[in-house]
């Protein structure tokens, strides 16, 4: 991993411009599936996003009181990104860093870090949108106070 | 569906400025699955980001002459990018365009575009960046003559 | 693929025991993904499991009216095997047959096949058992006339 | 879930005869994920193969000795069977008991079973069998000693 982590860092921000662990005030352990792997027998990117989706959820139903199913409200995600520089394989146990970086309005902002247990450098870091919506009417509304006490303790 | 897209393109760049499918030089058939939709009945982000690696890996393999289990280069995502628009269920058939926006020594920056099949706006648009790897050294190379040629046809 | 058919064969029924292609009245194609594909490069025995329920699922909804959201009837697996005779990889086309073995007060009993297009023997066979309850009690409820005529119709 | 699990357990087998927690002599933790949960909130059948293999991959790997990339021995499903009693939601803590019921020559056959943490009673129980092969030609191999003693191991 460490030769892919010097690859992948040509051409990219120092290290030291990238959030560390201590950066996040929330944590999700992860532990990679056989299925996580590609065939070349790393965790692929689109899996990395699903567990920032994964961390996201539980922090929100947790600890935002948000109920998927039936709530009144439902968040969906607007937009995306991340940035990959090393890769994890199976089996590994991982961890999820999650801040908020935005909270306005009905939309919040997160930032996530991939970590490996016991590393403080990032395997990933990635950025979430998401907008709250009314269930009925599908109209963004302003958060209900629980969530939006959840979220404010993950600001920085 | 038409409400989410208005409610999701609040604050939005304008649509026309979005790609549409007759940008994409190549459409890859996706068929939605029961395990795509998530709690609320949409895919997933994650999911999406899984139709672009699918797109992506399916024109290396039959188009670029990339064999990922054996080949002496490997391609690596290094960022990824999506902004969701309006949000597919299962079950349904999409195809996901696919353009090459820049081709530089070992990477090349891919765009992305989902689309329900007769529609012409996308439901999300996206890019991953890919570095070429020779797989035994682990560093970044020049593509390979037949992979250069199918990548930049691909090119606007 | 020749070799592992064999390999798999050694102390197996004849293949003219197993069900062919024109056994089942119902075919649901399947894309292959990027991520079908495990480590070494074969789709993985849960990933077929997830094509049958694709199948099972796309058919309730479109030949059977039900609504896996709002229904007053929801249908949950019980049971279910599989026997793999060989490994399909990707990027490949494949189809699923479907038939009904057994139709009886709330359950039903579905035979699947998966083939690969234009091949006579299945790659895997399995079956699928379902209990159909209403979403509100939890209670088994006899199945809906229109769901029960289209299960009918799966029927050898 | 208590009431789909007094349902699906109409007409089954008394729980008396299904193995508990501790006729497994092997425990893997399983973290559900946000993509786990299909429409329904419920836990998907074929997730719950994918928590099979994830068990079983992990042990052959760290306990067994077994590289699936390298390795001159691949290991082939070539069956799997559940029955499922009850489905857990996400987010969830969940863990697999693994035991070997049957070890001969080239094959052998898992018994697993899925609890939620602090449950005796599994939410779901099942069996896969594996055969190993030679990676280079394809056929059925005695397991190396290393894997042999581990396997043996997990007999009752």
Redesign the interface.
């Known amino acids: 991993m460490g ?2 982590r010097s ?2 860092n ?1 051409n990219r921000p120092a290290m030291s411009d990238t959030p560390q662990r201590h950066d996040y005030p929330h944590l999700q ?3 990679t ?3 996580d ?6 965790i ?4 990395v ?6 961390t996201i ?2 922090f929100l ?2 600890q935002g009181d948000l109920d ?2 039936e709530g009144e409200v ?1 968040g ?9 520089f090393a ?1 994890p394989a ?2 590994d146990t991982l961890e999820v860093g999650l801040r908020v970086a935005r909270l306005a309005g009905s939309s919040v902002e997160y930032q996530l870090g991939l970590f490996r247990v016991g590393e403080t450098q990032p395997c990933a870091v990635g950025k ?1 949108v998401q ?1 709250f ?1 009314e269930r009925a ?4 509304v302003p958060l209900p106070p629980g969530l939006q006490a959840a979220l404010q303790s993950l600001q920085g």
Chains 1, 2, 3, 4 share one sequence.
Do not use: M
Request: zero cysteines; aromatic letters at 14%.
């Open positions: 030769t892919l690859t992948l040509v352990p992860i532990l599936r056989w299925q792997s590609d065939l070349n027998g790393h692929a990117g689109a899996t996003y699903s567990y920032f989706d994964t959820q539980a139903q947790l998927p199913q439902v969906f995600v607007v937009s995306s990104a991340a940035d990959f890769l199976f089996p979430v907008v919506v009417s599908g109209r963004p």
